[in-house]
């Protein structure tokens, strides 16, 4: 479990850093991450923690891969609804408008 405990402080730790120093929210006068982020690492951290003793080994071993994909940002806590508007963006770009007729603004004689 101390290891979980560890890998968890880790993460939390990575999320806060990254968004201190990237920006975080844009609006606020304290640059600071979202409660999303901080709920799906205590979520999944969670689930691991509850994990029957006789896959001791296992959930240590998952938490800290969490962190290192973090690290090496193949993972984003928190980011579901940001990849769900990024492919909603995407669709948007790729479909076409139907063209654009000219109207003439010459009078009629």
């Known amino acids: 479990m101390s290891g979980m405990l560890g890998a968890f402080f880790i993460q939390v730790g990575i999320i806060?850093?990254?968004?201190?120093?990237?920006g975080g929210l844009q609006t606020t006068p304290i640059k600071a991450p979202l409660?999303?982020?901080?709920?799906?690492?205590?979520?999944i951290y969670g689930v691991l923690g509850v994990m029957?003793?006789?896959?001791a080994p296992l959930p240590g071993l998952i938490g800290w891969g969490l962190v290192v994909a973090t690290m090496l940002n193949l993972w984003t806590p928190g980011s579901a609804n940001a990849?769900?508007?990024?492919?909603?963006k995407l669709g948007s770009a790729l479909t076409t408008a139907p063209p654009q007729t000219q109207v003439?603004?010459?009078p009629k004689s």
Do not use: F
């Not at 029957?52 to 896959?55: G, H, L």
């Not at 990849?83 to 909603?88: D, G, I, T």
């Open 104 to 106: 003439s603004t010459a």
């Open 16 to 22: 806060t850093y990254r968004d201190v120093t990237q």
């Open 35 to 43: 409660p999303s982020q901080y709920l799906s690492a205590i979520l």
């Open 83 to 88: 990849a769900n508007a990024a492919n909603a």
């Open 52 to 55: 029957p003793a006789s896959t």
